[in-house]
C-alpha cells in the first residue's frame, strides 16, 4: 500500500504512466524537437521551474511558449539526458507525481514531475552537483591522515592554521561573504565542500552572536525538522523550538567544525567592483587582540549576507525629542528585567512586538501596551507544526533534501492557491481563539487573497506571529492593545494617539520592522549600485508592500544580479539550506571556468522598495 492510500495496482499504473511520459520526453529532448516538446505539458497551465540545471539561473517559465523559449536558449548547451524515476511514484487527486534523477554536460541534477491526464503540470529540475567537482561525502570523505612515513610530514592542525594565516594576505579568496549570521555560513559551508576560497566577514566578536545579541527571550518559531544544517542535521535531542542562545552556540560549533575562514570582529568598510580587473575591492577592519589592521580583499564575487532585511525602521513622530525615557528599536531591546513596575509600549504588532510585549509582561511591567498600526497574520505554533510536518518536515519524516525539492517544486505563481484551502480550513477549525483576539480589538488579515503566512513572508519578509503565547495575554487583557489609531504626539512622559488616548510610557520600544536588503549594498558599495540591482526579495504580486510587476521568483536572492560579481543570499533556516547549493554551484562553476550563459535575468523595475 503506498503511503498516500493509493493501491498498489493505481502505484504500478501510476508509474507505468510517469515512465511513458519521460521517456518520451528524454527522446524529444535529445532530438532537441521543442514544437513537439511542449505538447508533453498541460495545454491549460503549465510550468517549468529550473534552479541553474538549464539556466544558471532561478527561473520559471510559466506557459508552453515560455518553456519554448527557455529550451531555444539552453537546451543545446546544457545536453540533458539519462531521465529516471527516483523513488516511488505517487498519485493524489488525479495528479500524478515523483522525483526524478538526470544529468547534463557539466552536472548531475534532481527534479520533480507532476502530471495531469497524462501531461506535464509542473516539472522542477535543480542541479545539485557538477561533474568533476563533486563534494567530498559519504564514500568520497577524505582520509584524514596518509599512510606511511612522509618526511616533514604536516598535522591537519598545521595544514589548517597555515591556511587561516594566509587566505586574505598571502592568497586572495574567490569569494566574500559579508555577514556571519547563518546564511553567510551556510553559504560558507557550501563553498567548503566545493574547495572555493571563501572569507566570512563579520563585525561581531564570535559566530552566533547575531543570535546571541537579540532580546533575551528570542527563540526560532520553526521546528527543528525544518531548520536543519547542511552536512550536520541538529542532534536527536535537540529541542523542538531553538532558545536563540543555543542555536548560536551551535553555528559556533559549525563554524568551527566545517573549517570555514570567518573573519569575526571585522568590519566591511566599503567595497568596488575592479570592471578591468574583474574582481572586487573590499576594505575592512579587522580586530584581533588590541590591535586593528585594515586589509584589502580582492575576490571575484562579493555575496551580501547581512540578513533579508536592510537597516532598522524608526519612525518619526511629533515630540519624540522630548520623551524622558528610553526609546529604542526592537533589534536593540534585550529583556524585560529591567522594566520591572514600569510602563511600557510596544509601537508594532508582528512577531518582534509579540514577543517583547511577552517579556516584558512576563517580567513584571506596570503595563504592557501593544500599539497596532495595521493588520497581522496570526497563526498558532500548533498549527504551524501541523503545516510544516504535512510537508514532510516531521519526526521520522523522509530525508530533508526531498522535502525541500518537493517544497520548491510548486511554482510561485500558483502557490497561494496550495495555501488558500489549509488557511479556510485553520480559520474554521480554529474560530474560538481567533473570535477573541478580535474581540480584543485586535485586526486580523489573511493574506490580501487569503493565501495565509508562508506566502505573505514570500511576498513582504514580515506581517505575520506564529503565536506561542502572546496571543492569549492579548486577548485576555493583559497586554492592553490600542488598534486603528495613529501615533499624534510623544511627549516627555507619555504616548498621544488619534482617539485622544494618552499612554504613560518610561519605555517606547519601535517593533516597526526593517528596510530592504539591497540598503546594504547602498551603504557598503553605493547607492549607484544599489539602483542597479534593484531591491531584494518579494514577488511582484501587486499585493500590500510588493508591487508588481510579476517577478517569477524572488528579487534577486541566490542568482545573478545585474551587477557583475554580486550576488544576495538570506532568507531562513530552510531557505537558507536549499538555495546555498544553487548559489555556491553558480560560484563553483565560474571558478572553474565553466561556462554558464545566464537565461532570464529579470529588469529592474524598482530602484528601492
Known sequence: ??????????????????????????????????????????????????????????YT?????????????????????GWKIDGQVEEKDGVVSAFLRFETAVGRGRGYLRLKGGKCWTLLTALTELKGNEEPLGTGRPMGVKDGNVPGRKTWYQTRREETQDLGYKTQPFVVIIGGGQA???????????????????????????????????????????????????????????????????LEAYVSLMELNYWSSTECKSATYNEKQGEWEVNVERSVGLSTETIQLRPKHLVLATGMSGMPNVPKFPGAETFEGLQCHSSKFTTGEDWVGKNCVVIGSNTSAHDICTSLWECGAASVTMVQRSSTHVLTVGTSLKNIGNDGYKEGGPPVDDCDLKFASVPYKI????????????????????????????????????????????????????????????????????????????????????????????????????GNMNQWAAKLISQEVADKVGPCWGLGSGTTNDPGPWERELRNMWKPTKQEGLWFMGGNLHQCRHFSLPLALQLKARMENIPTPTYGVPEVNHSSL
Open 415 to 514: 502557490f497561494h492557491r496550495f495555501a488558500i484551502p489549509a488557511i479556510q480550513r485553520i480559520a474554521k477549525e480554529q474560530a474560538p481563539f481567533y473570535e477573541g483576539l478580535t474581540k480584543a480589538g485586535f485586526v486580523l488579515d489573511w493574506g490580501d487573497d487569503g493565501s495565509g503566512l508562508f506566502v505573505k513572508y514570500l511576498r513582504r519578509g514580515g506581517g505575520y506571529y506564529i503565536d506561542v503565547g502572546a496571543s492569549e495575554l492579548v486577548a485576555n487583557g493583559s497586554i492592553k492593545l490600542k488598534s486603528r489609531v495613529k501615533i499624534v504626539e510623544i511627549k516627555p512622559k507619555s504616548i498621544l494617539l488619534s482617539d485622544g488616548t494618552e499612554l504613560p510610557a518610561d519605555l517606547i520600544v519601535y517593533a516597526t520592522g526593517y
Open 1 to 58: 500500500m503506498a503511503s498516500n492510500g493509493v493501491s498498489n495496482g493505481d502505484t504500478n499504473h501510476s508509474s507505468e504512466i510517469v515512465e511513458a511520459w519521460l521517456a518520451e520526453f528524454d527522446e524529444t529532448l535529445q532530438k532537441q524537437d521543442i514544437p513537439h516538446l511542449v505538447t508533453l505539458f498541460d495545454e491549460e497551465e503549465c510550468f517549468w521551474r529550473d534552479l541553474v540545471a538549464f539556466t544558471w539561473n532561478l
Open 61 to 81: 517559465a510559466e506557459s508552453k511558449d515560455e518553456i519554448a523559449a527557455m529550451m531555444e536558449s539552453t537546451l543545446a548547451e546544457t545536453r540533458p539526458s
Open 184 to 250: 553567510g555560513i551556510i553559504l560558507a559551508a557550501r563553498l567548503r565542500m566545493l574547495k572555493v576560497p571563501t572569507i566570512i566577514v563579520e563585525k561581531n566578536s564570535r559566530p552566533g552572536d547575531s543570535w546571541r545579541n537579540r532580546y533575551k527571550s528570542l527563540c526560532l518559531h520553526d521546528p527543528v525538522w525544518y531548520d536543519h544544517l547542511p552536512y550536520m542535521p541538529f542532534p536527536p535531542n535537540w529541542p523542538v523550538f531553538s532558545p536563540k542562545d543555543k542555536m548560536g552556540d551551535w
